[in-house]
C-alpha cells in the first residue's frame, strides 16, 4: 500500500547522497588545496578528519533511513528495528555536530585571511541542521518506544 510513498523516499535518499559523494570526490580536495595555500600544513589535516570525517556517519545516517523505509515497506514500522534505526540517525548526526563543530576554529582563521565574517554562520548551518536532526530522531525513537509499548499491551489484553 505505501510502496509507491517508500520507493519515492528511498529514490530521494539515493539522490541526497549523490551530491555528498561528488562534493567528497571532486570540491573537499580542492578545499584542502586552498587550505594548504593559506594555512600551515598542520591546520590541513583536522580540516580533512573533520570535513572527510562528517561524511561517514551522514552515510550511515543515510542507510539507516533506508533501511527504515525498508521496514515501513515489510509492515514493521512499530518494531525494535525501526527504534535501533532512528537510535542510530541520531548518534550519527550528533557526530556530524561534533565534527563540524570542531572546524569551526579553521573557517575563522580563513575568514580572518579573507575577511569574510559570513563565513562563520554558513560554517554553523551543518552543524546546527544535524543537532535538528538529531533531536527529531530522538523525539520520534520516543514516540516509536510508546507507541510499541501501546502495541504490546493491546495484543496482550486480547
Known sequence: MMKRETLFLKLVVILIGIPILALCIFWLPWVAGEINKHLTTFWLYP?????????????????????????MDKNHAFSELSVTALRRIKYCAITICILQTAVIPLLYMIAELDDAPGL???????????????????????LLNNAIDIKTENDLTV
Open 120 to 142: 562563520i554562520i554558513m560554517g554553523l548551518i551543518i552543524p546546527f541542521a544535524s543537532l535538528v536532526i538529531a533531536v527529531f530522531a530522538a523525539v520520534l525513537q520516543k
Open 47 to 71: 580540516a580533512l578528519v573533520g570535513l572527510y570525517g562528517s561524511t561517514l556517519p551522514f552515510f550511515a545516517a543515510l542507510y539507516q533511513a533506508f533501511k527504515l523505509l525498508t521496514y
